[in-house]
């Protein structure tokens, strides 16, 4: 009798069936791995960027002032971690960013907070930028978010939220309004919680707007959101003579760009019905409007009078959005 003596082995395709399994666990141990070192480095970041905020804030309990350079209070630094510290002799004041392969944290003494990013002029020739719209053509912006510019013939720095997304992005944000509408007066309307800027709560640099506008060959670009951010408004282009703390009705913007479907009012002589083509302009006791000077108000921005949340913005479409926001590029 004949003994089949053959051992069973794996066929070819059992073994790339492994080996492709493997492949898939190895990478997912690979990204989870360096989400791990991810986070580990982000704590680093954090945790160096704070203690070093703790030495500089000692320094200027001793001397009065924030040291000029960092090399006067030599904080700690994890391995790895490398500094980079700007001292502004106009707000006397400083932005530290640390850096840890290629992840980069910053802080600055106005909250002690470390943000993602790099202070802003960190990486182009170590100034500020006169708007949002200025950091994004410069490549130096890491997204949303609040950015320290210095707008033109400012000495000082000004801490604001970018818009880097909507609508090609680089957009200051000048005012938000979320009601009710007895926190607004006409000196409000100009400059209210200017060092807090915010998009949910009472902000407003309207003061500054003209100091923030570029000139896009003579032109200048506002945009007005409400609602939700990029919804219910849209872009408008405008003379870059025209000025944003106006008080009397300029019928010379253009809406080139709409979010949502809603009809810009292009008769404004017979009482708005909504945004019109009339650049905001400052009107007691409508304080900020689009509205032509007669009849129904609505297409306002932010108002003193009663019963409208936040403001009469567009009339069955969207009377009362909840909020309102309006930026400059």
């Known amino acids: 009798m004949r003994i089949n003596t053959r051992q069973a082995g794996f066929t070819i395709v059992e073994i790339l069936v492994v080996i492709v399994v493997i492949g898939i666990l190895a990478a997912i141990s690979l990204v989870a791995y360096n989400g791990v070192q991810e986070r580990a480095r982000v704590a680093v970041l954090q945790s160096d960027l704070k203690d070093a905020g703790k030495e500089l804030a000692l320094a200027k309990l001793d001397n009065g002032s924030y040291p000029t350079s960092l090399a006067q209070v030599s904080p700690k630094t994890s391995p790895g971690t490398t500094f980079q510290y700007r001292y502004d002799n106009a707000t006397k004041s400083y932005c530290l960013t640390a850096t840890n392969k290629g992840v980069s944290y910053y802080m600055e003494p106005i909250d002690q907070v470390p943000k993602v990013g790099g202070c802003v002029g960190d990486v182009i020739n170590d100034q500020y930028y006169a708007s949002c719209w200025a950091i994004l053509q410069a490549s130096n912006s890491y997204g949303s978010g609040f950015y320290t510019i210095k707008p033109t013939g400012s000495t000082d720095g000004l801490s604001v939220y970018c818009d880097m997304e909507t609508a090609g992005g680089g957009w200051t944000l000048l005012l938000t309004n979320p009601g009710p509408n007895t926190a607004w007066t006409s000196a409000k309307v100009l400059s209210v919680n200017a060092t807090s800027p915010s998009i ?32 219910w408004g849209g872009v408008w282009e405008a003379p870059y003579a025209n000025t944003f703390t106006g008080t009397t009705v300029v019928e010379n913007g253009v809406n080139i760009q709409k979010f949502d479907t809603w009809s810009v009012d292009t008769v404004i002589s017979d009482g708005s019905s909504g945004l019109t083509n009339v650049m905001p302009y400052i009107s007691a006791p409508y304080l900020l409007t689009t509205w032509g000077g007669a009849g129904n108000w609505y297409g306002t921005l932010a108002t003193a009078n009663s019963g409208f949340s936040p403001a009469p913005y567009i009339n069955t479409q969207n009377v009362n959005p909840g909020i309102i926001w309006y930026w400059v590029k």
């Open 200 to 231: 949910t709560t009472q902000y407003s640099i309207l003061d500054r707007a003209n100091a923030i506008k570029t000139n896009l060959s003579n032109k200048l670009q506002y945009r007005i959101d409400a609602g939700t951010i990029g919804r």
